[in-house]
């Protein structure tokens, strides 16, 4: 089948998310309290998110039902449709096939309203008023604007600074679905106050952002707070992407060799991957799944696997993980939505049994490999995106070297237009090529105290 574009039917939006957790080999390790770094149970979430969530959050069922009235929300941009990379081919003069499942048809331009609908519908079930979250680049916050105003539900949004500055539209976005957005770090919350107090210019960072959130739930009863990536029924929601995916490579008559996705948190990578995964696990198949990070935060590639906070302040309870420590402030790359510490548990378990691979580009490979997939497929990648471009295309020329037909899908989460900006810098020469130092990383994780695992 030589098809362009492969596309699901509305009746073929999966009726439930996959929870790859049930197929793990190694289960992930629990979290433990910040205080007294004990395991944790469900009720240690209850002031943060809705029962809902928290069930799914420890769930080790392997199907959990989407309810229909987040189906029904879904069926606004979903089935999302998945191409045929034809001109990107020709322009690598590869052997490989190249596919690319497309998330940016979405209201908000990215894989995140997946999620996004399905944590505001449990918040509304159990009568939340106001949800607080944080945002890299943006999309995350937008995602959750446009669900909350959905579900009648107010929203308020940390956005880190060097972002809200690079990126105003994103900002636009959210006010016109009727969110607070606020500049990370802020004087609202003693967290924010803490940061600018040592440094009054501080760029921000996800980790301050989420502390400033998880403080102003947490002093709120009728707050709770959402978080757009690393927790494993963030994951789980995204999961639609891939089970469509799996679909449509059938129809297609073809099957991955590679999956690519880009890597911030997890909930991108994982979306598209674990069902893939599903297949590796329960057929034997051998799907290469590959996650790919920015070389100035790249905490899968040179991080450690520790516990760790999820946030900078230590207010979240203690995750497994691969991270570059809660400390760490990221480099102002364009790519917001990659600059976190931290990886998400179940992730940083599939890394460390080596069942997923990671891969870091630095932003300069990043731009050139958007601007080729812009000039050859027509559509502008957001930054985010364009590191999956850059390790498909590095694929893509393996395949031409060996002289091997592999077949490549790409997760292309979003797109790029309202990341102008960034692109004007990139092609008027003004982005530099960053890559984190050793003495960077050591003196981040030099200051970790959190507990170490075998």
């Known amino acids: 089948m030589n098809t362009r574009k492969i596309l699901l039917s509305e009746n073929e939006i999966p009726e439930a998310w996959y929870n790859i957790v049930h197929d793990m080999p190694n289960k992930p390790l629990p979290p433990l309290h910040p205080g007294t770094k004990e395991p944790i149970g469900p009720d ?92 890299g680049a943006g999309q995350w916050g937008s995602a959750l604007s446009f669900a909350c105003q959905h ?57 301050i952002a989420i502390s400033e959130a998880v403080e102003r739930a947490a002093s709120d009863e009728h707050t709770k707070y959402a978080l757009g990536s690393v927790l494993n029924h963030v994951l789980m929601h995204q999961t639609v992407i891939g089970l469509e995916a799996v679909k449509q490579m059938e129809k297609a008559g073809d099957q991955p060799d590679i999956v690519v996705a880009p890597f911030g ?36 590639t040179r991080g450690v696997f520790r516990y760790d906070f999820g946030d900078m302040v230590g207010m979240t309870p203690l995750l497994p993980m691969y991270t570059l420590g809660h400390n760490f402030v990221p480099a102002p790359i364009h790519a917001g939505g990659l600059r976190y510490h931290g990886a998400g548990v179940v992730v940083s378990q599939l890394l460390r049994d080596q069942l997923i691979e990671a891969r870091a580009h630095d932003q300069l490979e990043c731009f050139e490999a958007g601007v080729l997939f812009a000039k050859t497929e027509g559509i502008i990648p957001a930054p985010e995106t364009n590191h ?67």
Request: a negative charge; hydrophobic letters at 35%.
């Open 151 to 207: 579900f009648g539900i107010e929203c308020e949004v940390y956005m880190v600074k060097i972002s809200y500055k690079q990126k105003p539209y994103r900002k636009m976005m959210m006010n016109t679905w009727g969110a607070n957005v606020h500049p990370s770090p802020t004087d609202l919350t003693e967290a924010g106050r803490q940061v600018l107090a040592k440094n009054p210019d501080s760029p921000g960072s996800l980790g």
């Open 388 to 454: 999956a471009i850059a390790t498909a295309i590095q694929e893509a020329k393996r395949c031409k070297e060996e002289g091997k037909s592999e077949t490549i899908l790409i997760h292309l989460c979003g797109h790029g237009n309202f990341d102008l900006a960034a692109y004007e810098n990139y092609l008027s020469g003004n982005l530099v090529r960053h890559e984190i130092t050793e003495e960077e990383i050591q003196a981040a994780l030099a200051e970790l105290d959190t507990p170490t695992i075998d």
């Open 44 to 135: 240690a979430l209850a002031p943060l998110f809705p029962m809902g969530l928290i069930q799914q959050e420890v769930t080790q069922e392997k199907w959990v039902e989407i309810p229909e009235e987040v189906r029904e929300v879904y069926k606004i941009w979903r089935p999302t449709p998945m191409f045929r990379a034809i001109g990107l081919e020709k322009a690598l003069d590869t052997p490989a096939k190249i596919y690319y499942k497309y998330e940016g048809v979405s209201p908000s331009g990215s894989h995140k309203p997946n999620t996004a609908v399905a944590q505001a519908y449990y918040n509304k079930q159990e009568g939340v008023k106001r949800i607080t979250t944080e945002t």
């Open 265 to 300: 948190g997890g909930s991108n990578f994982a979306g598209i991957s674990f069902p893939f995964l599903r297949l590796n696990l329960e057929e034997g198949q051998n799907i290469r799944c590959i996650a790919s990070e920015p070389s100035s935060c790249p905490k899968l």
